[in-house]
């Protein structure tokens, strides 16, 4: 039963990893006893079962996922809201309005109107129907102030870190408000926005060197340069 | 008996001009621009070109230079060609109107309607389009200069595009034609060879998986020729595909790189 990758290893689509009692995981596929990589991304392997980290993939909706949407369309019974993934995410008009909700009555386009961006919470996903969302939470609902940055939605448990280590470093570091979507947005609300600009660089450094390693380390480092207003090389 | 025709498809000379050069392959088996028979055009290929599409590639294999784009997966548009089982693919092949020497016009032509339907057909079964139900995943080909073998070289860049766009894949697939030119079988024909020669065959691979998902045959050889051909071309397919990785890795290994100094 050999292995064909060391840990943290790259490797692409089609790529042996490995052979007979192994275990497939995320984003590699078991074939004729044989294990293959289904996307670019870092290999890893804990007891029989063999993953891929994927450096690139898009966003697939998961039951209780924090996302950041935009309203793309206002309908009789709720919202229609694009959380970049590949499907359209619903919203019930009944799940913010407080009940019971009358769509001859209720002004829904007062509450959310198309444009507007929402924190919310995805309640339901099963693939075959649309996933629908829920902002009955508190943190949870439109977005007034701050500035969103769009990365890979692989790279989040990057940007999150060891339970929680590298944001709450950059929280700490810059002094800014940070909202995580599951789904690649983050919205980052800071008192100045030299705070905010300092807090986008940290996270645009974290997605392009997310694959290697001693990551914190080097974005605390940079920070703090950046803060004394030393240049950074 | 089955009547087999002697010439090949007659292709249309676009530049009046351009004669067939007496001979294509000179007597130390040395080609027009210089290759052996064996031997591909020099290739550059690189990764994540555009920043607007979810993945793209691009490609210069000799003198053609070809872009691909990839969408999705997303929600269909129209809606009623979306299956409830699996993802559409759909793809576009389109030559720039400034891609050969007399101006092509820019509406897709009866032959670039046929190469995008071989194109998808080659890329479908690389792709896990199961996973992913009511969606599409777009593809689009481009190409800016073509100088012969655009279709296999459209392939190899779609599949990148594809891998690009985080899309889940069985493997890549990586094309390359062979042919038959002054009786001599040579891999990686270009646009003169194409036209003036009697054979030519392209082929896509999956080479981990060691599935062919493109044969086509224009022109005539014999059984043992065609044996030979096919080989060449897998063999092609093979080295193609040792570039593809590069190209696909290439970004993070230098971000690795730089830290690592």
């Known amino acids: ?233 | 008996m089955l009547n087999i025709p002697k010439r090949k498809t007659e292709k249309k000379r676009l530049n009046v001009l351009q004669k067939k050069p007496e001979k294509l392959i000179d007597k130390d088996d040395m080609r027009l621009d210089g290759r052996k028979l064996n031997e591909l055009r020099p290739t550059k290929i690189e990764v994540g070109v555009l920043g607007n599409a979810d993945g793209s590639a691009y490609i210069e294999q000799g003198k053609n230079k070809i872009l691909a784009a990839v969408y999705g997966p997303k929600e269909v548009h129209p809606r009623h060609l979306a299956r409830p089982d699996r993802a559409v693919l759909r793809c576009r092949y389109h030559m720039a109107p400034f891609s050969v020497d007399e101006r092509k016009s820019p509406a897709p032509s009866r032959r670039e309607v046929e190469l995008s339907k071989v194109i998808r057909e080659a890329l479908e079964p690389s792709i896990f389009v199961e996973y992913y139900p009511r969606t599409s995943i777009d593809i689009f080909i481009e190409v800016l200069q073509a100088d012969g073998g655009t279709r296999c070289a459209g392939i190899t860049t779609a599949s990148l595009a594809l891998a690009d766009a985080g899309i889940p894949m069985r493997d890549l697939v990586a094309a390359c034609a062979s042919g038959k030119v002054d009786g001599h079988l040579v891999l990686d024909l270009m646009d003169v060879e194409d036209k003036a020669g009697e054979a030519d065959v392209p082929l896509a691979l999956m080479p981990n998986l060691n599935a062919v998902t493109l044969l086509q045959m224009d022109g005539s050889l014999t059984i043992e020729e065609f044996e030979k051909a096919v080989n060449l071309a897998l063999d092609g397919c093979k080295q193609l595909y040792t570039l593809q990785k590069e190209a696909l890795k290439s970004k993070y290994v230098a971000v690795k790189e730089a830290l690592d100094e």
């Not at chain 1, 709450?168 to 599951?182: F, W, Y």
């Open chain 1, 1 to 233: 039963m050999p292995l064909f990758y060391e840990k943290r290893q790259l490797v692409t689509p089609g790529d042996l990893l490995a052979e007979d009692d192994y275990v497939a995981g995320d984003n590699t596929y078991k074939d004729d006893g044989k294990i293959y990589a289904s996307r670019i991304g870092l290999v890893d392997y804990e007891a029989r079962k063999v993953h891929v980290v994927a450096l690139k993939a898009f966003y697939v909706p998961y039951v209780e996922d924090t996302v950041i949407g935009k309203v793309v369309e206002v309908t009789t019974g709720g919202w229609i809201v694009d959380i970049n993934a590949p499907y359209f995410a619903m919203l019930r008009a009944s799940d913010v309005v407080d009940r019971p909700f009358k769509p001859q009555t209720s002004d829904l386009p007062s509450i959310f109107d198309v444009g507007d961006l929402i924190i919310a919470q995805v309640v339901a996903y099963d693939r075959t129907r649309d996933p629908l969302l829920t902002v009955r939470e508190p943190g949870l609902g439109k977005i007034m102030r701050g500035q969103l940055v769009e990365i890979t939605a692989t790279k989040i448990p990057r940007v999150i870190g060891r339970k929680g280590s590298m944001v709450s470093m950059i929280k700490r570091e810059t002094g800014c408000q940070i909202t995580i979507g599951q789904n690649g947005l983050i919205l980052i609300s800071g008192k100045t926005p030299e705070d905010e600009r300092l807090a986008v660089m940290a996270l645009h450094k974290i997605e392009e060197e997310s694959h290697t390693s001693g990551l914190t380390d080097r974005v605390t480092e940079m920070l703090k340069k950046e803060k004394e207003g030393v240049e950074h090389t």
